[in-house]
């Protein structure tokens, strides 16, 4: 079993930055794919990024692209995204996945994750 915990969500005007943090559970966490996943009111959870177990394999959803960088620290078990430029449309609770013992490849689908945090809120302001 894997928990995760998120922290660093919060609110920040528009233009400012965030890092957030996801803290894992477990000494396997280095072999796990992570991801990012976000979810607005009333919408979908969407994919916002992900990175393989070795952290050499990145990938960010083209509406954050430039703006957002996930990143791993294998040996805090910690899992970063770092938020720039932040818009209104960013406002949404943040998740942190976990897949479970994967390839050294990035995962962009839900379904494709086993463990979930249970989310920290982001509110950009105007």
């Known amino acids: 079993q894997v928990q995760l915990v998120e922290s660093g969500g919060g609110l920040v005007q528009a233009g400012g930055s965030l890092r957030l943090s996801c803290a894992a559970s477990?000494?396997?966490?280095?072999?796990?794919?992570m991801g990012w996943f976000r979810q607005a009111p009333g919408k979908e959870r969407e994919f916002a990024a992900a990175?393989?177990?070795?952290?050499?394999?990145?990938y960010v959803a083209d509406s954050m692209k430039g703006r957002f960088t996930i990143s791993r620290d294998n040996a805090k078990n910690t899992v970063y995204l770092q938020m720039n430029s932040l818009k209104l449309e960013d406002t949404a609770v943040y998740y942190c996945?976990?897949?479970?013992?994967?390839?050294?490849?990035?995962?962009?689908?839900?379904?494709?994750?086993?463990?979930w945090g249970q989310g920290t809120q982001v509110t950009v302001s105007s």
């Open positions: 477990g000494r396997t966490f280095s072999k796990y794919a």
């Open positions: 990175i393989s177990w070795s952290g050499a394999s990145t």
């Open positions: 996945a976990a897949r479970g013992y994967s390839g050294n490849v990035f995962y962009t689908g839900r379904d494709e994750y086993r463990y």
